[in-house]
């Protein structure tokens, strides 16, 4: 019904800075929540920010100061900022958007959870 796509990860150097893409198309009423997610290997997936729809914004303490959450309504398209980048911030990247899929459970207030495919982030010199 929502399908997700992730784009802007890459091989980046230490100090570095990249930006992720995630566009949401299908099925779409209205989002509730965006936000990314990152799993390194061993590891388990741990939330990086994410932005609700009143504005708040919440980020991980590893990463505050350094990435921003950011999100284009008119596109359903949330982006992740990533500067200063550490080689401990390797992962693969997820966003996962919170959507209702109809009016119907938008007034129930039960939205959907929807995950990307992944983006990898690989910060080395």
């Known amino acids: 019904q929502v399908q997700l796509v992730e784009s802007g990860g890459g091989l980046v150097q230490p100090g570095g800075s990249l930006r992720l893409s995630c566009a949401a198309s299908?099925?779409?009423?209205?989002?509730?929540?965006m936000g990314w997610y990152r799993q390194a290997p061993g590891k388990q997936r741990e939330l990086v920010a994410d932005?609700?729809?009143?504005?708040?914004?919440n980020y991980a303490d590893s990463v505050k100061g350094r990435f921003t959450i950011s999100r284009d309504n008119a596109k359903n398209t949330v982006y992740l900022q990533m500067n200063s980048l550490k080689p401990e911030d390797t992962a693969v990247y997820y966003c996962?958007?919170?959507?209702?899929?109809?009016?119907?459970?938008?007034?129930?207030?039960?939205?959907?959870?929807?995950w990307g495919q992944g983006t990898q982030v690989t910060v080395s010199s």
């Open positions: 932005l609700a729809v009143g504005g708040r914004r």
């Open positions: 299908g099925s779409i009423f209205s989002i509730k929540a």
């Open positions: 996962k958007l919170d959507v209702f899929t109809s009016s119907g459970s938008y007034l129930r207030g039960r939205p959907s959870d929807y």
